[in-house]
């Protein structure tokens, strides 16, 4: 994991966090500003709690201690507060126009997509896309919205030659996951990271060998604990507008993400895939015309 980003990260481990870790998570979460300006000894006074509880926090969330913790601190603050402050970033709310409203969703989603970007670690993303390229078959499994993001990405993967298949269905899943073996990779996404359906069927593909990939929000989720490999994605939260859409667009934003690595690897053969998926829907198009 990246630790460019403290907040984001933070928030993406927020549910495994023990009761005195999230009252410094909260602190922190809500005026960062008010932990980077004060020593340990101060912290530890302004949160009530001892100084080694907020050094095992630091570790806990990807640093060696605090010096290193206050140091990437200050510059992602310092470096935060050279953007420019959107009048947008609050919620929406009875009275603004359509216009308004437009622009705040627009601020929404580039915001969920930086974070996601934030919580990406990269080395093993690359690490990812190999074993993808080198995949038999590729199985994304979801449920609910997730499983939306799993039908877009099989379409998407399919159309560059990789032989993909989506399923959403609990007992086709076990099934599926049953008949993999290791020449077979699985993505499960699940938002939350506690889907019982998505863990039981990476377990069964485990047992065969396959290699596992979650995508999810939660670092330290039950599907981090079962897949080989995992993808951090962002969640920002608002009032009124739906999780799901959030979560959606984060989700397909890594899937596209992938989807261009893949491409980048082999562009060649991938143009030649989706060329002739496009011939083909056209033919057929036609003979019914």
């Known amino acids: 994991m990246a630790k460019k980003n403290i907040l984001d990260t933070v928030k993406a481990l927020y549910s495994s966090l023990t009761k005195t870790e999230k009252h410094i998570a909260n602190v922190l979460l809500e005026d960062p500003e008010k932990v980077n300006k004060r020593s340990l ?3 530890s006074d302004y949160l009530e709690v001892g100084e080694a509880t907020f050094i ?5 969330i990807g ?3 605090f010096t290193s913790f206050k140091l990437a ?3 992602e603050l310092a470096t935060r507060n050279q953007k420019p402050v959107s009048i947008f970033e609050k919620d929406i709310n009875i009275q603004d126009s359509s216009f308004d409203i437009a622009k705040k969703l627009q601020v929404n989603v580039t915001q969920v997509i930086e974070e996601t970007i934030n919580l990406i670690d990269f080395n093993e993303l690359n690490e990812i896309i190999q074993i993808l390229r080198k995949a038999k078959r ?7 919205a997730s499983g939306l993001s799993a039908e877009e990405a099989k379409i998407k993967f399919m159309r560059i030659g990789l032989s993909a298949d989506a399923i959403t269905n609990n007992h086709f899943m076990y099934m599926q996951a049953a008949l993999m073996n290791k020449d077979d990779v699985v993505i499960g996404i699940s938002h939350s990271g506690n889907s ?3 863990l039981q069927a990476l377990s069964i593909a485990k047992k065969n060998g396959t290699t596992t990939i979650a995508l999810t929000h939660h670092l330290r989720s039950p599907i981090t604990k079962i897949a080989d490999f995992k993808i951090i994605h962002g969640s920002k939260q608002r009032q009124l507008q739906s999780d799901s859409l959030r ?3 984060a989700q397909l934003f890594i899937l596209d993400l992938v989807y261009m690595l893949l491409i980048k690897e082999d562009e060649e053969n991938a143009i030649e895939c989706k060329q002739k998926t496009i011939n083909a829907i056209l033919e057929q198009r036609m003979s019914i015309n």
């Open 41 to 43: 000894s101060e912290i």
């Open 56 to 60: 095992r926090f630091c570790r806990t």
């Open 73 to 75: 601190l200050a510059i």
């Open 138 to 144: 590729i199985f994304l499994f979801g449920v609910g």
């Open 63 to 65: 640093f060696k201690g």
């Open 247 to 249: 979560t959606k667009i």
């Open 196 to 198: 019982k359906e998505i």
